[in-house]
C-alpha cells in the first residue's frame, strides 16, 4: 500500500538510543517506509545532567547540555547511516529532542501513523520482555505501536 498523489505519505515515527533493539526497530521503519512510500522521523531524546550539590535538599546545578545534545545527535546520526540507503530509500529525519524519552516519542508520534520501538533500550532491567518507555508509548499513544524485538536484523 503505497501513497498515491493524492494521499499523504504515512510518518513513521523511531525511537533511537543506539541499542541493537532500537537500531532493529529503525531498520524496520525503513523497510515498511520503502514498501508504502512512507517517511521516517528518527527520534532520540537526551537530558541535561544534573549534579546536586551538598547533602539532603541543597540546590541542584545544571550542566551545559551541549555536550550531551552533541552525544545524542552522534548517537542518532550513526544509527541512521547504519541503516538508511546512501543511494536513496525513504525520506529519514534526524530529531535530537531534549526530554524523557516516553514523553518525546508521544509527543512526536501524535500527528503519526506509527510509532516504532525497540524491544528493549539502554535503561532499565535488561530481562523484562518491553522496557518502561515502551510500556509507557504503548498506554498512551495516539497512534499504532509497533514492537520490534533485536533480532529483525538476522531476519531481514
Do not use: N, Y
Not at 84 to 95: D, E, F, M, T
Not at 124 to 134: A, K, N
Amino acid at each position: 500500500m503505497s501513497a498515491t498523489k493524492t494521499e499523504k505519505a504515512p510518518r513513521m515515527v523511531v525511537g533511537v538510543d543506539g541499542s541493537a533493539s532500537s537500531l532493529a526497530a529503525l531498520r524496520w521503519a525503513v523497510h515498511q517506509a520503502e514498501l508504502t512510500g512512507g517517511t521516517v522521523d528518527a527520534v532520540v531524546a537526551w537530558q541535561m545532567p544534573a549534579t546536586m550539590t551538598g547533602f539532603g535538599f541543597a540546590p541542584v546545578a545544571v550542566a551545559d547540555g551541549s555536550e550531551m545534545e552533541q552525544t545524542a545527535q552522534r548517537v542518532l546520526d550513526q544509527a541512521v547511516s547504519k541503516v538508511a540507503s546512501p543511494q536513496g530509500g525513504p525520506p529519514v529525519r534526524r530529531l535530537a529532542v531534549q526530554g524523557f524519552p516516553a514523553p518525546v516519542l508521544l509527543g512526536a508520534s501524535a500527528d503519526a501513523d506509527l510509532l516504532v520501538l525497540g524491544s528493549r533500550g539502554r535503561g532499565g532491567f535488561s530481562g523484562t520482555l518491553l522496557g518502561s518507555v515502551g510500556q509507557h508509548c504503548v498506554r498512551h499513544a495516539r497512534c499504532p505501536v509497533v514492537i520490534v524485538r533485536g533480532d529483525f536484523a538476522r531476519a531481514a
